[in-house]
């Protein structure tokens, strides 16, 4: 059986895999983060979730978005202790990073207008929609957050 991911209509934008994949934290945009060079979002949000240095380098470096969740996870047991209670704001001042240093991307969160931003991942309900398209969302969320932002911001400039 083949899945079928949502396809962008005039209220949503998947950005899993389609013409908004930029919002994806495994698209390759390297992101300046704390001081130091990473291969995507993805690599810098995973590093956040540690304190040992080592450990954080090596996630830093992997190969790929896929090699470092895989670490991280490995590593489930040294997260810091407040890392539920902090990842949400983690993540949204990454992709403000995202934003601020690729003008293209901020560009396409700007021309999604009004449109709700939906991460298409079958595979997870808290960042995205999941298998049962019912998920959480919360990096479409965060993403809404940073356009209704950037638009305010906007708007408070031209007055």
Avoid: C
């Amino acid at each position: 059986m083949v899945e079928i991911h949502g396809h962008d209509t005039e209220r949503q934008i998947f950005f899993y895999e389609h013409e908004f994949y930029v919002f994806s934290n495994f698209s390759s945009f390297m992101v300046y983060w704390k001081g130091k060079m990473y291969l995507t979002a993805e690599h810098a949000y995973h590093t956040e979730k540690f304190e040992d240095e080592d450990l954080k380098n090596q996630i830093r470096f992997a190969r790929s978005a896929h090699d470092a969740i895989k670490l991280a996870n490995k590593n489930r047991d040294k997260y810091r202790s407040n890392w539920d209670d902090v990842k949400l704001g983690v993540m949204k001042e990454i992709l403000r990073a995202k934003t601020d240093q690729y003008p293209h991307v901020k560009k396409k969160l700007l021309e999604s207008g009004t449109r709700e931003l939906v991460e298409d991942s079958w595979r997870d309900p808290y960042w995205g929609w999941g298998p049962n398209k019912d998920g959480e969302n919360h990096l479409g969320k965060l993403w809404m957050e940073l356009r209704d932002e950037f638009k305010n911001s906007a708007n408070a400039e031209a007055v």
